[in-house]
């Protein structure tokens, strides 16, 4: 069975304010999707509604994953059933080492059925794998040692994003913004990186403002997003390379009632002002 993570009619709000307005994805597992749009078009949030982010309520709309209905899924649930998102700006756990961060993870995806309590990978079986992958994206052994994301830098963040994706091995993978913050050194690391871990058992949904990150992870799809709905789909990399060299100009007036709905979600409420 091909499997399939489908987005429909997807209506999403944050603390009362509609973000969303009828989003429609499909995405097939070994499929790359690129997904760009201006600033508070939605893009994060999509990515967040998709991994059941408390603050993100979904009003209106199904996501499943092959015939499974994840809106009926905890965060847990959803990542045991194949789904992992790479954020945008990480959070620090300080106190938690990224091998033991890992290895409970690990655990937890590849036996889903796992109760409290029960055994984790074995470590010896564990850490061979993670000292491979780690030596697979040039990381510092070092780095399995320090505490999740605290004291790292931006460039460590997102490499330590990748290799949670390349240790979990999800069937869908969210990558927000994942070069955000980066040189151009470190975008192409990153690119690289990411398509030697993907590959046909991975369907990737890259959020991205650049066409940089897609140099080595060609999209099948690039999908354009305003006003928060997805407003044009085109095959290849072409549609995010002429984002990326000439702007969303074309975009805004195609599409005039996105647009106008765009403005309006970026302007500040009046409780906003006054505070």
């Known amino acids: 069975m091909t499997e399939t993570l489908r987005i429909t009619n997807l209506h999403v709000s944050v603390e009362g ?10 995405m097939t597992r070994g499929e790359t999707h690129a997904l ?6 939605g893009k994060s949030t999509l990515g967040m509604a998709i991994m059941g982010h408390p603050k993100y309520e979904v009003t209106q709309g199904a996501i499943t994953l092959n015939d499974a209905n994840i809106l009926e899924m905890a965060p847990n649930e959803r990542a045991r059933a194949g789904l992992f998102m790479a954020f945008q700006r990480p959070v620090a756990i300080p106190g938690v080492k990224m091998a033991d961060f890992l290895r409970h993870a690990t655990t937890n995806v ?19 794998e993670l000292r491979s992958r780690m030596e697979q994206l040039s990381i510092d052994p070092e780095f399995a040692r320090r505490y999740v994301n605290d004291g790292f830098s931006g ?22 913004e994942t070069d955000s913050g980066l040189d151009a050194d470190a975008v192409r690391l990153a690119s ?48 995010a390379k002429e984002l990326h ?14 647009a106008a709905n765009h403005e309006a979600m970026e302007k500040p409420n009046q409780t906003e ?3």
């Open 17 to 26: 304010k509609p973000i969303l307005h009828g989003v429609n994805l499909k």
């Open 36 to 41: 760009m749009g201006p600033n508070g078009s």
């Open 110 to 128: 590849r036996n889903p059925e796992r109760k409290e309590g029960e055994d984790l990978i074995p470590m010896r079986e564990f850490r061979k």
């Open 155 to 176: 460039g460590e963040m997102k490499r330590a994003e990748i290799l949670q994706l390349a240790m979990l091995q999800p069937k869908f993978a969210i990558l927000d």
């Open 192 to 239: 690289l990186s990411i398509a030697d871990i993907g590959g046909a058992d991975m369907g990737l949904l890259i959020i991205t403002h650049h066409d940089k990150l897609l140099e080595h992870n060609h999209p099948d799809y690039t999908h354009v997003m305003l006003g928060g709905r997805i407003v044009e789909t085109g095959n290849g990399v072409e549609l």
């Open 245 to 258: 060299d000439h702007g969303y100009d074309r975009i805004r007036g195609a599409y005039p009632d996105a």
């Open 273 to 275: 002002i006054a505070s």
